[in-house]
């Protein structure tokens, strides 16, 4: 019986005996001087090597992404697509069908999914996706409700489309930023940041001057109906304004998740989104009888232009090496192993 227990305790023996003081200070001076090469390294490039060297790292990420999620919406469009051809009720059905319902089974889908990983991350997605569904159920109680939602519901399918790069660019940039800030470098942190929110500003702008030079056909592709293509005219404006705000505030976002604010986004997505921007939506709407074009403007400016703007000035004012340190702390407490004799 002794021998067998000697035995299973040989089994549980580590195959190297290990130190768990002479690691850890092992651990930290190789992550000091990695910094201080890595440091060294990017000081002597130009710009111009920077931000390809940057734009290299973001594309490795957001390029699958936004092939993943432009190819599997495109499924939502075609199909919009098909029956806005048959006729304006169908339109409207099928939208409210695609935007609302299995939109919101979505989100809750996505909301269980993240949380997880993040419980404050998944209040994040959940607040963020329901969003923009809210206003296709507002709408449907306006007047003329059938053309309202119709004209709403092709912008949404446009700016759904669009958006799915933004959402690339919101899982690359977290992806970039959490891991600079993990290797303890607070400068190419930022500098990811910057140009993860210039690249998507530019598509932003782009798409933004398409939508406005193509106002009166950019609908013709859901359906043939001159109300709704007219309806859909008057809305343009909000849509290429729409369009250019989620080319940033969803990196900016993703820089605060990179960065572990999730809860403080969290926050601010419900009190920029439900706390002032649907009662601005409601307001202009309805008391200010400005119908759909009310609604949306104010949900725009009330919630989604307030959030980037607070999220803008919240990173351009981060101390990055604080960050870094903070990230690098848990890093090394993460990555020690707990010590066998149960020293402190």
């Keep these: 019986m002794a021998s067998v227990n000697r035995d299973e305790e040989e089994l549980n023996q580590p195959l190297v005996q290990y130190n768990s003081t002479s690691a850890s200070n092992g651990v930290a001076n190789d992550r000091v001087e990695a910094k201080e090469e890595e440091e060294d390294y990017r000081e002597k490039l130009d710009l111009k090597s920077k931000v390809w060297i940057e734009t290299k790292k973001l594309w490795q990420i957001v390029g699958p992404s936004i092939f993943s999620r432009v190819a599997t919406y495109s499924m939502n469009i075609i199909t919009q697509a098909f029956a806005g051809h048959l006729g304006d009720l169908e339109l409207a059905s099928i939208s409210i069908a695609n935007n609302v319902i299995v939109g919101f ?92 929110v210039v690249q998507s500003t530019i598509i932003g702008l782009f798409f933004c001057a398409l939508i406005m030079l193509l106002h009166h056909q950019i609908a013709m592709i859901f359906t043939s109906s001159d109300d709704v293509l007219e309806a859909v005219d008057n809305l343009s404006l909000l849509l290429a304004i729409t369009i250019l705000l989620n080319s940033v505030q969803p990196i900016l976002s993703g820089v605060a998740v990179g960065s572990g604010w999730q809860s403080k986004v969290a926050y601010l997505n419900l009190g920029c989104y439900y706390l002032v921007g649907v009662p601005l939506g409601v307001v202009l709407g309805w008391v200010f009888d400005l119908e759909v074009q009310g609604i949306w403007g104010g949900m725009i400016f009330g919630g989604t232009a307030v959030q980037t703007v607070i999220l803008a000035i919240i990173t351009v004012m981060c101390n990055w090496e604080k960050e870094a340190e903070k990230a690098t702390m848990h890093v090394q407490k993460w990555s020690t192993p707990p010590n066998p004799d149960g020293e402190s």
């Design 105 to 196: 089974n979505f989100g809750l889908l996505v909301c269980i999914y993240s949380t997880c990983y993040f419980l404050t991350d998944a209040v994040f997605v959940r607040l963020e996706n329901w969003y923009y569904r809210i206003l296709i159920l507002m709408t449907g109680n306006l007047k003329d409700a059938t053309i309202a939602v119709d004209a709403l519901s092709v912008c949404m399918g446009i700016n759904g489309w669009e958006m799915m790069i933004p959402l690339a660019f919101f899982a690359g940039t977290g992806v970039r930023v959490a891991n600079e800030l993990g290797a303890g470098n607070g400068k190419a942190a930022r500098f990811a940041a910057i140009v993860s």
